[in-house]
């Protein structure tokens, strides 16, 4: 079965700092991988995926996350965090054979200090 | 840009209440899905469809729920009997790929169940 495991309820960086939202999945074939974020009172947003090829997948709003396959993560990392950043974030796996269901995280809550 | 489109916003309802819930997918997409989420617990997921089959279901989708595509546009969740555990937020997704690499999110049906 596959399981994605999210280090850090909430996140607190200052504007301006590095971001890394962290995340380990299991699985027993090659995932997907995604990274998902939810605005307060929205739906869910794709931030990113990776699914084969290069293992640094850059998505929007200036974030981008690697592909280990030896650490079986999959962190989020952004070079500098702006306030319009605080939000909540989702890792999800999901296996080409499964017809697409996600199997999310716990999700990690990010906060931004002025 | 093409969104999802979830109606209604919120839902309260009694326990043992019928409740459906209404989502019109992206119009060129073929494969939907519902997941939901808990307050404060993961999204998980209940069910993904296409033409017109469920494709695969969670174990929470029990004889309880049913997923049905009336027309050409929406997509509905119905709860037959609700119980006070459904109390949720229910997200539908919709993708244009049977693997589902991107899955386009509504922004949700907070159901309270009383």
């Known amino acids: 079965a596959q399981s994605v495991t999210q280090l850090g309820s909430h996140v607190s960086v200052s504007e301006g700092a590095l971001v890394l939202l962290r995340c380990n999945y299991s699985?027993?074939?090659?995932?997907?991988l995604f990274w998902y974020v939810q605005y307060p009172n929205q739906g869910l947003q794709l931030l990113l995926k990776?699914?084969?090829?290069?293992?640094l997948v850059k998505g929007i709003n200036g974030f981008e996350a690697e592909f280990k396959k030896s650490e079986t993560s999959f962190h989020l990392t952004k070079p500098s965090a702006h306030m319009s950043d605080a939000a909540e974030y989702f890792c999800a796996v999901s296996r080409y054979n499964q017809g697409g269901k996600l199997i999310f995280g716990q999700g990690t809550e990010l906060s931004v200090k002025p | 840009e093409p969104e999802v489109t979830q109606t209604p916003s919120h839902q309260v309802t009694q326990m043992g209440q019928e409740v459906i819930l209404r989502c019109v997918p992206i119009s060129n997409h073929l494969y939907f899905y519902w997941y939901r989420q808990i307050l404060g617990q993961k999204v998980e997921f209940l069910v993904s469809?296409?033409?017109?089959?469920?494709?695969?279901k969670s174990e929470i989708f029990d004889d309880q729920f049913s997923v049905e595509r009336p027309d050409g546009s929406n997509f509905t969740l119905k709860i037959r009997s609700t119980k006070l555990e459904d109390s949720a937020m229910y997200f539908c997704?919709?993708?244009?790929?049977?693997?589902?690499?991107?899955?386009?999110f509504g922004p949700g049906t907070r159901l309270l169940v009383l």
């Open positions: 990776y699914t084969t090829g290069a293992t």
């Open positions: 997704a919709s993708s244009e790929s049977k693997t589902g690499e991107t899955q386009y």
């Open positions: 699985s027993s074939v090659p995932p997907y």
């Open positions: 469809f296409y033409n017109n089959e469920i494709s695969e």
